[in-house]
């Protein structure tokens, strides 16, 4: 069985840091190309990021591009996103997707909330 | 960056309705546009690929069509499972934007 288990969300402050991680089972992770997306609440669906299977190639949404970091460890099955300068637009649940250009399986997503 | 608006915003219909959701991207996307049904409290899930492959084990009342700029997804007999809100998404290049979703509601 397909799972993707994300987790780190939680409260920060505005200016702080915050790394989530997305753990994949039940597929051989390493050749997947992987995305994360965040809904904020009660709005829509907004796509952050993208990296291929190696980890060699990355795309970002203008919106967090020098302040979020994709990256994964294919010895742990694991996605991460680092999140750095939060801002209170930061705000959403972020899911991990797999995928390379369509997103095939989501995992249900980890709450940041960036609040003073 | 290509623009992806969805009309209409949101809609009532009965069940048995046929119902029609409309995406148009600001630019040529040929056929690069997935639709996604987010149910309340769920997660995302993949409706439709390539503008009109129906993915594995979704219901055949829904369908897609399109290339270009403009698509429709289509519930040929609306359900009542099928409250939820319908995104489309384009993928040719990034960034992958999602349009702004249709809610879909039953009378």
């Known amino acids: 069985e397909v799972q993707l288990v994300e987790s780190g969300g939680g409260l920060v402050q505005p200016g702080g840091s915050l790394r989530l991680s997305c753990v994949a089972s039940?597929?051989?992770?390493?050749?997947?190309?992987m995305h994360w997306v965040r809904q904020a609440p009660g709005e829509g669906l907004v796509w952050i990021s993208r990296m291929n299977s190696d980890g060699t190639i990355t795309n970002y949404a203008d919106s967090v591009k020098g302040r979020f970091t994709i990256s994964r460890d294919n010895a742990k099955n694991t996605l991460y996103l680092q999140m750095n300068s939060l801002r209170a637009e930061d705000t959403a649940v972020y899911y991990c997707?797999?995928?390379?250009?369509?997103?095939?399986?989501w995992g249900q997503g980890t709450l940041v909330t960036v609040s003073s | 960056d290509i623009q992806m608006t969805q009309s209409p915003s949101s809609l009532s219909a009965s069940v048995g309705d046929r119902v029609t959701i409309t995406c148009r991207a600001s630019?040529?996307?040929?056929?690069?546009l997935a639709w996604y049904q987010q149910k309340p409290g769920k997660v995302p899930k993949l409706l439709i690929y390539g503008a009109s492959t129906l993915q594995s084990g979704v219901p055949s009342r829904f369908s897609g069509s399109g290339s270009g700029t403009d698509f429709t997804l289509t519930i040929s007999s609306l359900q009542p499972e099928d409250v939820a809100t319908y995104y489309c998404?384009?993928?040719?290049?990034?960034?992958?934007?999602f349009g702004q979703g249709t809610k879909v509601e039953v009378k």
């Open positions: 997707a797999r995928g390379g250009y369509i997103t095939d399986f």
């Open positions: 630019q040529g996307i040929s056929s690069y």
């Open positions: 998404q384009k993928y040719n290049s990034a960034p992958w934007t």
């Open positions: 039940g597929f051989t992770f390493n050749t997947y190309w």
